[in-house]
């Protein structure tokens, strides 16, 4: 690469075509969008830095730039938003040469792409050590129907939107010094780690239901996400552990290793899906919309009354939770 000039230009050769909603695109100090009609604007920003979200180990340049925008999505999924515009800030040391940060590009223009994504803009620099990637990401929800962690009352469901812990499994895997044996063996959870697949319509199903809908994405394990649902409503949110989603291949992976995959699931993180509530009259619709739209619900257990927390139970007994889930200063 000549310069920091030349890259972007590579850079920007990798993303998809922009809408018509786009009135001023990259090249000019900033850009400029049109919002849809009567509708309110998301806004969420995450950060992805070398040795804390990702190795060399962990995760090629192009699994970088497509989890990037995924966890972006991901949150705009959560507030029951439609993804729509991102701008891309980028740090990079001097090891991550040209073609390392276009194979990112690659994997963020598919991301992007997929998601249904513009990316109207960032900042390129040099960073001393490790590389540094944040991702703001504008999107769109109804005026007033976005999916608030404070929504969750007595007597709601608690659902989760898809299988938990894959990722956790899939990192474990891919620190171990045998790593390559095993991969082969579980490709299913190096790709839960990799690649993780928000479901935009889980989120656009629950924002247009027309009730009150509680959801957080699970980024930092379901334990921690749970609690943030329970806090921000002050109410208290009984998780049956029997019924978390686990794929097999997790379960198996834990198995033969010896862990306890509803660890990974409470405090593993990064999965991706929604954990939530609604009101039980409208779960058979919820599922009823689901269906067509392709997209699962699974009970995992119900709101009371009672101090504010997420307790477990099993075989009838209830204790407070003790999973802690990711924290970056703990
Ligand atoms: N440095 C910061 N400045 C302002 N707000 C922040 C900062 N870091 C986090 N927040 C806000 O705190 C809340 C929790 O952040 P976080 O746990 O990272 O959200 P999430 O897990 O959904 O990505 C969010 O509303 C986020 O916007
Ligand atoms: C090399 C490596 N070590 C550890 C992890 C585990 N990890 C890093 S950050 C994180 C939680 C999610 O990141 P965060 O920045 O808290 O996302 P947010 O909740 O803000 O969306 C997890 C589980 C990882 N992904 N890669
Ligand atoms: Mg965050
Ligand atoms: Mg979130
Ligand atoms: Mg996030």
């Given at each position: 690469m ?11 050769q990798?993303r998809?075509?922009?809408d018509?909603s786009?009135?001023v ?5 900033a850009?400029?969008y ?5 509708m309110?604007?998301v806004i969420t920003?995450?950060t992805m830095v070398?040795s804390?979200?990702?190795s060399?180990?962990t ?5 970088i730039?497509?989890?990037g925008?995924?966890s972006?999505?991901s949150d ?5 938003g439609?993804p729509?515009?991102a701008?891309i ?6 090891v991550?040469?040209?073609?390392s940060l276009?194979?990112?590009?690659d994997?963020?223009?598919a991301?992007a792409?997929h998601?249904g994504?513009?990316i109207?803009?960032g900042d ?6 490790g590389?540094v990637v944040?991702i703001?990401l504008?999107g769109e929800v109804?005026?007033?129907c976005s999916?608030r962690?404070?929504?969750?009352r ?9 299988p938990?812990?894959?990722?956790a499994?899939?990192l ?5 010094e045998d ?5 082969v063996r579980?490709p299913?959870?190096?790709?839960f780690h ?9 989120g656009r199903?629950?924002?247009t239901?027309?009730?009150?809908v509680?959801?957080?994405d699970?980024?930092?394990?379901l ?6 649902i329970a806090?921000?409503s002050?109410v208290?949110?009984v998780?049956e552990?029997?019924?978390i989603p ?6 198996a992976y834990g198995?033969e290793i010896g ?7 409470f405090?593993g993180?990064?999965d ?6 609604l009101?039980a ?9 689901a ?8 009970q995992i257990g119900w709101?009371?009354e009672?101090e504010v927390?997420v307790?477990?139970i ?5 204790s407070?939770?003790?999973y ?5 200063f703990?």
């Amino acid at each position: 690469m000549k310069d920091e000039f030349d890259l972007i230009a590579k850079l920007l050769q990798k993303r998809p075509p922009v809408d018509k909603s786009v009135e001023v695109d990259v090249g000019d100090d900033a850009a400029v969008y049109r919002p849809g009609l009567g509708m309110s604007q998301v806004i969420t920003c995450d950060t992805m830095v070398e040795s804390v979200h990702f190795s060399e180990q962990t995760m090629a340049p192009e699994d970088i730039g497509w989890k990037g925008i995924a966890s972006n999505v991901s949150d705009i999924v959560a507030m029951g938003g439609i993804p729509k515009h991102a701008v891309i800030s980028l740090a990079a040391p001097e090891v991550w040469e040209e073609e390392s940060l276009l194979r990112f590009y690659d994997g963020l223009g598919a991301g992007a792409k997929h998601f249904g994504v513009t990316i109207l803009g960032g900042d390129t620099v040099r960073s001393m050590k490790g590389l540094v990637v944040t991702i703001t990401l504008v999107g769109e929800v109804e005026r007033d129907c976005s999916l608030r962690r404070s929504n969750a009352r007595p007597g709601d469901i608690v659902f989760v939107t898809g299988p938990l812990g894959g990722s956790a499994a899939g990192l474990h895997l891919l620190l171990r010094e045998d790593t390559s044996e095993w991969i082969v063996r579980y490709p299913s959870l190096v790709a839960f780690h990799q690649r993780p697949y928000p479901h935009i319509e889980a989120g656009r199903v629950l924002s247009t239901l027309g009730e009150r809908v509680a959801a957080n994405d699970v980024s930092d394990g379901l334990g921690r996400e749970a609690r943030e649902i329970a806090e921000a409503s002050g109410v208290r949110l009984v998780i049956e552990p029997s019924l978390i989603p686990i794929s097999p291949e997790t379960v198996a992976y834990g198995a033969e290793i010896g862990v306890n995959p509803l660890q990974w699931a409470f405090d593993g993180g990064e999965d991706y899906q929604l954990v939530g509530t609604l009101p039980a009259q409208s779960w058979e619709r919820l599922l009823h919309l689901a269906k067509e739209k392709e997209v699962s619900f699974t009970q995992i257990g119900w709101v009371e009354e009672g101090e504010v927390g997420v307790y477990c139970i099993d075989e009838g007994k209830r204790s407070l939770l003790s999973y802690k889930g990711y924290n970056h200063f703990a």
